[in-house]
């Protein structure tokens, strides 16, 4: 764990860009080689030229193994965006908390990672409903404050599950149990 503590931001910053880097190539593989309609439905494609078309018509004709593919690819390249900005973000805010808690260490590797893909979910919920065309700034941020409270909530329990467990082992009750004998 000290060799990574030293190490800092490089392993997260070369897994970010690996799964960025992976990402955009699907994501290039997806848009340039799928085609993401039903062939038959060629007037979808003037009429969207044209405004003239509702999004259930649009979804009807849709692919949906190939809409599902390029949100994968979504959510793989935004967490690769997001793993760095996480990492910092937890070393940031970290220090003061632990500091109170009287904790150390680097923040975790599940923990951040977590974080990154919770960022990426949502890029990529916020593009399905983009494509719905019902992405609303409303809608988005709402869906960004669920994620953060879930967020705050698992930090919650794990901070409290540490901190209950330096306690228990301090003042176990069968050290005392045993001393009164």
């Known amino acids: 764990m000290k060799f990574m503590a030293r190490l800092g931001v490089l392993p997260y ?6 799964l960025f880097v992976l990402g955009l190539v699907a994501l290039g593989y997806i848009v340039d080689n799928w085609w993401p309609f039903n062939i038959a439905r060629l007037d979808l494609v003037r009429a969207t030229a044209l405004d003239r078309v509702d999004s259930a018509s ?8 190939i809409v599902l593919a390029f949100l994968a690819a979504v959510v793989v390249g935004v967490t690769g965006v997001a793993l760095p900005l996480a990492y910092i973000l937890n070393e940031r ?27 990426g979910l949502w890029v990529a919920f916020c593009a399905w409903l983009q494509m719905n065309r019902a992405l609303g ?17 698992l930090q919650i329990r794990t901070r409290a599950t540490s901190v209950t467990g330096a306690h228990s082992t ?5 050290s005392t149990v045993g001393s009164k004998q």
């Open 13 to 18: 910053l070369l897994l970010g860009a690996g």
């Open 170 to 174: 301090v003042h176990s009750p069968q």
């Open 137 to 153: 700034l409303a809608v988005a941020l709402l869906v960004a404050a669920v994620l953060i409270l879930f967020e705050v909530l």
């Open 58 to 65: 649009l979804l009807d004709a849709a692919n949906s193994e």
């Open 93 to 119: 805010f970290s220090h003061f908390t632990n500091r109170q808690l009287g904790l150390t260490g680097p923040p975790r590797f599940l923990v951040i990672l977590r974080q990154a893909i919770a960022v």
